[in-house]
């Protein structure tokens, strides 16, 4: 997978089957002609001392062949609309410093830096 994942397919069959039964969860795929273009995975939560929700992209990747032709603004349009649709005040993204033209996509997108963020490790 190009997001820099070992690829298990298995896994990952099982995760999609996962995703469809949550409601908080929603996973869109773009293809054409039978080819994944895009896939993109939107976890909503709940926000306990404000109103609204938040919507945070889980994963969000577009083939590199098919970059830079307005897959990915369409389905982060698209994104945003549902979010909003559902509540949402806001959409949140953690994207690895490794991933610079991730970052310049959703900057041209509004997006704007948030920078603390902290990770541990249960394995």
Do not use: W
């Not at 109103?51 to 098919?66: H, K, L, M, P």
């Not at 041209?108 to 990770?119: A, D, H, L, M, T």
């Amino acid at each position: 997978m190009q997001l820099g994942y070992p690829v298990n397919n298995d896994f990952i069959e099982e995760r999609i089957s996962e995703f469809s039964q949550h409601q908080n969860e929603e996973l869109i795929i773009a293809e054409k002609e039978g080819k994944i273009l895009a896939v993109l995975s939107i976890h909503f939560i709940p926000q306990l001392a404000i109103q609204g929700s938040f919507a945070r992209i889980s994963y969000f990747c577009v083939d590199e062949d098919t970059r830079s032709e307005g897959i990915g603004r369409e389905l982060e349009k698209y994104c945003e609309n549902i979010a909003r649709d559902r509540g949402c005040d806001r959409i949140e993204v953690h994207c690895h410093s490794r991933r610079v033209r991730a970052h310049e996509f959703y900057k041209r997108q509004g997006y704007v830096e948030s920078p603390k963020y902290f990770i541990k490790r249960l394995i």
